[in-house]
């Protein structure tokens, strides 16, 4: 599936499962940061300076995939924050606002045959996007 297929509910859920991941790699470098300075065994380490290393290795990957998921996200045509997005649920409240314009048959034909879950759609059945 190419990312224009994705759906916006797709791209959202990916998108949390990233942070997810992300939030639970940099709990986990607290924990770890924290229990093993008081003793490096518990966390099956033999040493501060392993503690030290491991922790430093779960915040840069923890800190990269919420980058990564952030970036991706955000760089998707159908994605939550991209500027098409934004334009779109413009277009589909000024649809509500004034029927007759130029772009609603457009907006209304893309909810009809694309991405039913796209707040733009929301917007047009009366839902809060």
């Known amino acids: 599936v190419g ?13 949390q ?3 997810t991941i992300a939030q639970v790699l940099l709990v986990a470098a607290i924990a770890v940061g ?3 300075i008081v003793r490096p065994s518990w966390v099956r380490l033999s ?3 392993r503690v030290i290393g491991a922790t ?3 915040l840069l990957v923890g800190a990269a995939i919420f980058v990564g998921t952030f970036v991706w996200t955000h760089s998707q045509e ?7 997005t934004y ?3 413009l ?3 000024a649809c509500i606002e004034t029927p007759g314009r130029d772009f609603c048959s457009e907006v209304r034909s893309r909810c009809e045959t694309e991405d039913a879950s796209h707040p733009a759609c929301r917007v047009l059945r009366g839902e809060r996007p």
């Open 47 to 49: 040493s501060r300076w």
């Open 56 to 58: 430093f290795a779960l």
């Open 87 to 89: 334009l779109r649920v």
């Open 78 to 84: 159908n994605g939550p924050h991209s500027a098409e």
């Open 17 to 19: 499962i990233g942070f």
């Open 3 to 15: 990312c224009a297929e994705m759906t916006y509910a797709t791209i959202v859920t990916i998108g």
């Open 91 to 93: 277009r589909a409240e």
């Open 34 to 36: 924290l229990i093993g």
